[in-house]
């Protein structure tokens, strides 16, 4: 069996590393298998009450359980299907329900620590960093949030203001030197995607 092409997309939060996930993904479902981690799947379950949840630093390393994401990641690349959990943002909680995940030939792991973590991007093929404006990023988490999300817009600021700001200059930011492709402005880059893409299909063949 061939070993699969393993993709990571890193960036802040609402920089848009969903949508050029999905662009990849769109782009090459016609020739090639392809699937998508996301890290925000791997959440830790919490057993504390729901408005103890709300308070949780959820940009930090410690938030995710990691050896389970790489089992999985590594369970795909021997060709075996995983059942990956799902998170669900509107309780702060993994859900109770799995998803199927069948092995592909492109793995697409998209999500805030794909590059700041070292076994993470050991596994990855192509390291991609999307690199969007901090109030580009802050609007479109105040518009996804809201819309998507069922928050309230002070808890939005005050999670942005204490947690995500500090924890991106912390974290993510410096990851970015990780990065073999960087695109700013995520999908509105339509050269730098063009480009990755053309990479991925020199790959793939």
């Known amino acids: 069996m061939k070993k699969p092409l393993i993709i990571g997309i890193a960036g802040g939060s609402s920089s848009g590393k969903t949508s050029v996930a999905k662009i990849i993904y769109d782009h090459f479902n016609n020739d090639a298998s392809v699937t998508i981690v ?47 959990p799902i998170y669900d943002y509107t309780i702060h909680n993994r859900s109770d329900k799995t998803e199927t995940v069948n092995p592909a030939d492109v793995i697409i792991i998209e999500g805030l620590f794909v590059l700041e973590e070292k076994a993470t991007r050991d596994r990855l093929d192509i390291k991609v960093f999307v690199d ?48 073999n492709v960087i695109i700013p402005e995520g999908r509105s880059n339509d050269v730098g995607i063009d480009l990755l893409i053309t990479k991925i299909h020199s790959i793939i063949g």
Do not use: W
């Open 38 to 84: 996301r890290e925000d799947d791997y959440y830790k379950f919490q057993t504390i009450p729901f408005e103890e949840r709300k308070k949780t630093n959820y940009d930090h390393p410690f938030a995710f359980d990691f050896d389970l994401m790489y089992k999985h990641i590594d369970d795909l690349v021997a060709g075996k299907p995983i059942e990956k």
């Open 132 to 179: 969007t404006p901090s109030d580009v990023r802050l609007t479109r988490r105040l518009i996804r949030d809201i819309k998507e999300r069922g928050r309230d817009l002070d808890n939005i600021i005050d999670q942005y203001l204490t947690t995500v700001r500090v924890m991106h200059e912390e974290f993510i930011e410096p990851s970015k030197k990780y990065a």
